[in-house]
């Protein structure tokens, strides 16, 4: 399809926040692929990201924990049980966006109506750090937190409700960011580690 198939056409999140009791660590991607990406109804649904298998790397030494026996999809109820247990929260830093082109680039999507991530917040008590996935993420993230855009792998300190919060930007899971899985696996070690969750 031609660019301007895309231009103007506004898609509202298709996810409720996923915020367990007791979440210490927000991750906020920018906004999901199209539907014909995804494996599963969750976040980072498409098979060619890989946000699961540096999770099953980096907590069982296994790239291959969270997907299903057939390889063809991501098991969605591992996941929300995993997630769950380490008190891992999920959103995107955007609710609304316009998809320019048919792709999943980040490059490519104009951010409608920025998340409220402060009325996130308000709802996770104990979070004590926010985590973007990816550069466009980490831009938005900042701009609504009110902070700087930290580096790749590193973090920037912000207040927030009587709390000192730290918003760290990880490596895009994304195969179009240029950096082995293991390399992006070790910056998301030094945050989980930094938060107890490792």
């Not at 494996?39 to 997907?67: C, K, T, V």
């Not at 985590?131 to 938005?140: C, D, L």
Request: glycine share 10%.
């Amino acid at each position: 399809m031609e660019k301007s198939d895309f231009t103007g056409r506004t898609e509202s999140h298709p996810l409720d926040p996923f915020l367990p009791d007791g979440a210490v660590l927000l991750m906020l991607g920018s906004f999901p692929p199209q539907r014909r990406r995804w494996s599963m109804e969750f976040y980072y649904p498409n098979l060619q990201n890989d946000m699961w298998r540096i999770f099953g790397y980096l907590f069982f030494g296994d790239r291959a924990h969270f997907l299903t026996a057939d390889g063809k999809a991501f098991d969605r109820e591992r996941i929300v049980e995993f997630l769950t247990g380490k008190g891992i929260a999920l959103y995107d830093t955007a609710t609304a966006v316009n998809r320019l082109r048919d792709n999943a680039s980040d490059q490519f999507l104009e951010i409608v109506e920025p998340t409220d991530l402060g009325a996130l917040l308000r709802r996770l008590p104990a979070c004590r750090a926010v985590a973007a996935t990816g550069g466009k993420a980490a831009e938005t993230a900042a701009c609504g937190l009110g902070c700087d855009v930290p580096v790749v792998g590193g973090f920037v300190p912000f207040p927030f409700g009587g709390r000192d919060l730290r918003l760290w930007r990880m490596p895009s899971s994304s195969r179009a960011y240029p950096m082995a899985l293991e390399r992006k696996a070790e910056a998301y070690a030094a945050m989980f580690a930094s938060l107890g969750l490792m």
